[in-house]
C-alpha cells in the first residue's frame, strides 16, 4: 500500500485516479475545495480527505503539515479561463489563471516535497497546451508552460534525493472543466482514460507522460515546424 496525495481530487482526472488508486488498495489523500464531493469520496475506505483552498498559502500550510511520508504525489489541481479579446487584455483574469495552475503549485512543493521519501515520486500535471500557441488561451497556455519548465528542473535537481518527477501532459479530457469549451476537442478521451494512462506512466517512472499519443505526437511534430504551419492547422483544427 502506498500513500498518495492527490491534488483537484474533487472531480475529472483528480477524482479519476483517487477512485482507480483505491481500487488498487493504496492509501489516497484527495486534496480539494469542494466539500460536498470530498466527503464523497471519503465513503471509500482508505481514502483521507483534506478540504484546502491551493491558492491560499497559510492554508496548504497548515492543513497539510500534518501529513507523514507520501510515496507519491500527484499535483492536479488547475482551472482554465480564455481571454476572448487579446487587444483589451484582461489581467485579472490572467493573474487569477496564473495563480491557481502555477503559484498554487509552488505552496503544495513547499509544503510536501519535504514529505517524500527517497524512492518516491512526484508529478506535475500540465498539458499538451504548453505544445503550441492557440488562440484565446494566452493565461492557460503560460500557466501551463510554467508548470511544464517547472516539472523538468525539479527533476534536474531531485535526481540526487532520489525523486522521481513526471510531467503529465493530457491531451481533451472530458471533464467539467473541459465541458465549458465552445470549440471543437479532437479525440477527446474520458477522464477514467486519462487516468490509466497516468496510473499506468507513473508506474514506469516515465519522465514525459502525454496522451492520446495519436493527438499529443501531432502536437510535438507541429511544434518543430516553422510558425506558419501550425498556425494553419490551429484555426482550421481547434477554433471554432
Not at 488547475?78 to 498554487?104: M, P, Q, W
Request: hydrophobic content about 45%.
Amino acid at each position: 500500500m502506498k500513500n498518495i496525495l492527490i491534488t483537484g481530487a474533487t472531480s475529472g482526472i483528480g477524482e479519476a485516479l483517487c477512485l482507480n488508486y483505491q481500487k488498487q488498495g493504496h492509501h489516497i489523500i484527495a486534496c480539494g475545495r469542494n466539500e460536498q464531493k470530498l466527503a464523497q469520496l471519503a465513503t471509500y475506505q482508505n481514502i483521507d480527505v483534506i478540504a484546502v483552498d491551493l491558492c491560499d498559502e497559510l492554508q496548504v500550510s497548515e492543513k497539510l503539515q500534518h501529513l507523514t511520508a507520501l510515496d507519491l504525489v500527484i499535483l492536479n489541481a488547475g482551472s482554465c479561463e480564455y481571454i476572448d479579446d487579446a487587444k483589451h487584455f484582461d489581467g485579472k483574469l490572467f493573474a487569477r489563471v496564473i495563480n491557481t495552475n502555477l503559484v498554487s503549485m509552488g505552496y503544495c512543493l513547499g509544503a510536501l516535497i519535504p514529505k517524500i521519501p527517497t524512492g518516491g515520486q512526484l508529478a506535475l500535471v500540465g498539458s499538451s497546451a504548453s505544445f503550441l500557441a492557440f488562440s484565446r488561451a494566452q493565461a492557460y497556455g503560460a500557466s501551463k508552460a510554467g508548470v511544464a519548465y517547472l516539472a523538468r528542473t525539479l527533476a534536474l535537481d531531485l535526481k540526487a534525493q532520489k525523486i522521481d518527477v513526471s510531467l503529465i501532459s493530457p491531451g481533451f479530457v472530458k471533464t467539467p472543466l473541459t465541458d465549458k469549451n465552445d470549440f471543437k476537442m479532437p479525440m477527446q478521451i474520458s477522464a477514467e482514460q486519462a487516468a490509466i494512462e497516468i496510473v499506468n506512466g507513473l508506474q514506469k517512472r516515465t519522465f514525459d507522460i502525454h496522451f492520446p499519443k495519436k493527438f499529443t505526437y501531432i502536437l510535438k511534430t507541429l511544434s518543430l515546424l516553422p510558425d506558419s504551419w501550425w498556425q494553419l492547422f490551429s484555426a482550421r483544427t481547434l477554433q471554432k
